[in-house]
Structure formats: structure tokens, C-alpha cells
């Protein structure tokens, strides 16, 4: 990681070095990808890769505010993709485009763990997930500075937005449920050949709502 605007030399090839006004980061992490092309093999995470080995990374969009999501089995992941992804502007980071006219930044602005994402795309319907929490729900003492003060309020909202995620997927989950019993009971209930037309054409429309969800 080199920082944009501390060495004298960037004063020759930076536009931006003397008018700080302009600075839109502070921080390059480009020089993570020579250690990133070291460790990963990057055939692996591809469509066509290895079938057992799946990625799946965030992002947000920096000018739509839409959720990124790169999943290895839809797409090449590369190198930019995961500096996207660890690119968090309150740490000064930059953002990067990872495709054209696409420019993305760490993920966290929306949920720092994508839960959700994670219960859409897995094909496997009783999931067991493991959440690692890398910020601290609690705090053995208050801040004592305003450093202190800035880390301990990107952990509650970091770990609010997990809690939340939590209990939508349980929440949904109940849901799913129940509509599951009320349909088989109609359907162990409904006779095709004595119900009326109408009433036959209604429950097909029931079946297929039920089908969907």
C-alpha cells in the first residue's frame, strides 16, 4: 500500500499533487495485486474452473448505490475485482473500475457481511453458515479519543447491519414455512374433479405463486 500524496517525486507525474481540494483518496492499495497474483490462482475462479472452489465478493457501485456482486461461477474473477472489494473510502482508499464506466468501493457501505447474498446464490436449501465477525459487538470500556470514537461507531454499524440481516433471513424463513403448510393444505383439500372451472383455474394461479416462492 504506498499513500498518494507523501513523497516529493509525485509532485512530477500526480496533476492533483498540489491542489488537495482535488483528492479524492489518499491511500493506493494497487500494489496489493503482485501479492494477490503470488497466492491465487485465478483459472480457479473462473466459470469453467474448478467445480468445487466458488468466490463470491461484494461491492457497491459508487455512482448508483447498487450492490456489486462477483461470483466466480458467472464470472473471471481477477485482481480488480477484489481491490474493489477492500477499497473502503474512510480509510482513504480509492475506488476501481471494474468494468467500463463501473467504478466500485468496498462493499461495507451496505452490509459488511453479505448474508443475503450468500442465502441467494447457494443452491443448498438448510444451509449452515459461518459468520466471522471481524468488529467487536462489545466494548469492555468508551472511547477515549476520537480516533478511538471513529472505530468504535464503524463497529455498531457494521454489526448492525449483520444483526439485521439475521433476523430478515429467519424472519423470512418462518414465512416460507408457513405458506408451505397453508398450500399443502389446500391442496391436500381440493378435489380437481368436482371443483368448479373457476375455482380450478384460482388454484392454479395458487400453484404457481407457491412454485415461485
Not at 140 to 161: T, Y
Amino acid at each position: 500500500m504506498e499513500m498518494k500524496k507523501s513523497l516529493c517525486p509525485d509532485a512530477l507525474t500526480d496533476p492533483e499533487y498540489f491542489t488537495p481540494y482535488q483528492w479524492t483518496y489518499l491511500f493506493d492499495h494497487s500494489p496489493l495485486v503482485k501479492t494477490l497474483e503470488k497466492y491465487i490462482d485465478y483459472n480457479k475462479l473462473q466459470p469453467n474452473g474448478k467445480p468445487n472452489a466458488r468466490l463470491i465478493i461484494t461491492g457497491v457501485n459508487v455512482l448508483t448505490s447498487e450492490p456489486l456482486i462477483f461470483d466466480s461461477s458467472k464470472q473471471q474473477i481477477s485482481s480488480r475485482h477484489i481491490l474493489a472489494t477492500t477499497a473502503y473510502p474512510r480509510y482513504y482508499f480509492r475506488w476501481v473500475e471494474v468494468e467500463k464506466g463501473v467504478y466500485a468501493w468496498d462493499d461495507s457501505l451496505l452490509s459488511n457481511t453479505p448474508l443475503r447474498e450468500v442465502i441467494d446464490v447457494s443452491p443448498i436449501k438448510d444451509k449452515r453458515i459461518f459468520l466471522v465477525e471481524n468488529y467487536p459487538k462489545h466494548s469492555e470500556k468508551l472511547p477515549d479519543n476520537l480516533l478511538e470514537v471513529e472505530h468504535r461507531s464503524r463497529d455498531i454499524m457494521f454489526c448492525d447491519k449483520t444483526l439485521h440481516s439475521i433476523q430478515m433471513s429467519k424472519a423470512i424463513t418462518y414465512y416460507l414455512r408457513f405458506i408451505d403448510e397453508l398450500y399443502q393444505m389446500i391442496e391436500d383439500r381440493f378435489d380437481f374433479e368436482k371443483e368448479k372451472k373457476e375455482d380450478k383455474e384460482k388454484f392454479e394461479k395458487i400453484r404457481a405463486k407457491y412454485k415461485t416462492l
